[in-house]
């Protein structure tokens, strides 16, 4: 490449220098024949479209990165890797926003009978598969909520810090106007002879 004088909005982009995302996650897949060929998936799925989660989110903002590989172990058809993600839930205590980094190692057996389902390795969760193609997002739903708490709390005492929050907040209210007489208003009226 020729040096060249670059303009003040210009700029010259090396494809060796750049990391590129190539392809978006599909939303269909087909486990058992990306087992076959030993695929993987690699990429983000916006929080917004798992819509399971929807109840225990305060917020759907977010990404969730998915980190799959499909292949075979005898005849074991497998996937492994790992979903993450920073989710914002629902404190039970206070119902507000909570932080809630998920990391989450996946190890699911493709299986398409609750026989085979049975006979999988105790390390493994089955992944029944019915049809050909499933929805990509269902198994990152469901391996979410299988890591997710019942009942998501902030660390530290959240009810305790906002009711300080709150008397403190009353009581300079109350310091910038001092409540009003209630008989000031009969005086008022006595004084202007409006009775």
């Known amino acids: 490449m020729q040096d060249r004088y670059l303009g003040f909005d210009e700029f010259v982009v ?12 599909p939303e269909y897949i087909d486990p058992l024949h990306l087992a076959d060929k ?18 225990v989110l305060f917020n759907d903002t977010g990404v969730v990165t998915v980190d799959l590989f499909f292949g075979r172990e005898g005849r074991l058809a497998k996937v492994e890797g790992q979903i993450e993600a920073v989710l914002e839930l629902k404190c039970q205590s206070c119902l507000q926003a909570v932080q809630w980094p998920v990391k989450n190692t996946v190890k699911l057996g493709i299986v398409t009978s609750i026989d085979q389902a049975d006979r999988l390795p105790e390390d493994y969760e089955p992944l029944l ?3 050909e193609k499933i929805l990509l997002k269902n198994i990152i739903e469901d391996e979410l909520l299988l890591v997710l708490p019942a009942f998501p709390k902030h660390q530290h005492d959240c009810l305790a810090n906002n009711s300080y929050v709150n008397k403190a907040g009353s009581l300079t209210d109350e310091q910038q106007s001092p409540p009003e007489n209630p008989f000031s208003i009969l005086a008022k009226l006595k004084n202007t002879g409006d009775l």
Do not use: F, N, T
């Open 14 to 25: 090396s494809i060796y220098h750049c990391a590129v995302m190539l392809a978006r996650l």
């Open 38 to 55: 030993r695929g993987e998936l690699k990429g983000q799925i916006p929080v917004s479209s798992l819509d399971r989660l929807a109840d």
């Open 129 to 131: 598969v019915d049809d």
